[in-house]
């Protein structure tokens, strides 16, 4: 059973300034990890980011956070890598 994927509106806004292949790879990736959850270990973020996890797709980052009693993964950011984590 796959996980619902909410999305923050500032991860909605994220995904409009891409490039049409580029959010379609990246949303790829996100039904992935929706489907595939349970079956891998989420990375970790520390600093200004702990409690945040990643997610890589290329050069570019998804930051998300998850509740598995509900089943959720809430997107809460997706950008460039360098750009993502300042």
Same mark, same amino acid.
């Given at each position: 059973?796959?996980?619902?994927?909410?999305?923050?509106?500032?991860?909605?806004?994220?995904?409009?300034?891409?490039?049409?292949?580029?959010?379609?790879?990246?949303?790829?990736?996100?039904?992935?990890?929706?489907?595939?959850?349970?079956?891998?270990?989420?990375?970790?973020?520390?600093?200004?980011?702990?409690?945040?996890?990643?997610? /890589? *797709? $290329?050069?570019? %980052?998804? +930051? =998300?956070?998850?509740?598995?009693?509900?089943?959720?993964?809430?997107?809460? /950011? *997706? $950008?460039?890598? %360098?750009? +993502? =984590?300042?």
């Amino acid at each position: 059973m796959s996980y619902r994927v909410d999305y923050d509106p500032e991860a909605i806004a994220d995904l409009k300034r891409l490039s049409i292949s580029g959010r379609k790879r990246i949303v790829a990736k996100i039904d992935w990890l929706a489907d595939n959850f349970d079956d891998i270990q989420p990375l970790r973020l520390a600093a200004n980011l702990a409690g945040f996890f990643k997610l /890589r *797709v $290329g050069d570019y %980052r998804v +930051i =998300y956070e998850f509740d598995r009693t509900h089943r959720v993964i809430t997107i809460d /950011r *997706v $950008g460039y890598r %360098r750009d +993502i =984590y300042g």
